[in-house]
């Protein structure tokens, strides 16, 4: 014996409606992607390198010493000469000579100036040489400032000369010194000694 299922009629009607269910769904799902294609691009995020920006000082500014007190100089910078202060360090039973010129004031704290105005590139924490900051003044003059304690600067910020922006502070290479400052000068990437740019302009210093 055979069922029999009556199959009902797919009219005009429910096809115009259907068709219509299918065009606003498939608008809608344009419109979607449209938008979130739209908020995309708008909010699309590319990473830069973080370059620092140099900014160079007057070039006819002369070099000041990096200090207002009168600390003196407790370790010389090595040149082959006799001084009548060291320019030979000792740490772990190795002897080298000073690449820069060490400044204390009784073991008393003082603030630290730019020898030269100009823009940190570096700041950091020597394992060594305690805080460190470097300052880019000109093409050819760097200096870096070690030993330091209350750092109030960071990489990219322009200095002036007189701006206070550190401490002298202590470290472990120099650990007899107690509180000092160290000064390295690099000349065109060379270390020089210190005391050859003080009252010298950043001009002569090409």
Known sequence: ???????????????????????????????????NQKENKETAVFKEEENVVLTLADMTQKGVFPFSVKAQTVLEYYDGSNHDVDSITKFEGVYRGNQGIDYALNNESFEVMPIFSGTVTEVKEDELFGQSVTIQSSDAIKITYQSLSNVSVKQGDEVSQ?????????????????????????????VIDPKLVYDK???ELK
């Open 162 to 190: 007189k701006q206070v922006f550190a401490n002298a502070g202590e470290n472990i290479y120099h650990k007899d010194l107690g509180i000092h400052l160290h000064v390295v000068v690099e000349q065109n990437s060379v």
């Open 1 to 35: 014996m055979y069922s029999y299922v009556k199959h009902k009629k797919f009219t005009k009607r429910k096809m115009l409606l259907l068709c219509c269910i299918l065009g606003v769904l498939g608008l809608s799902y344009f419109s979607y992607y449209n938008m």
């Open 201 to 203: 302009t950043l001009e």
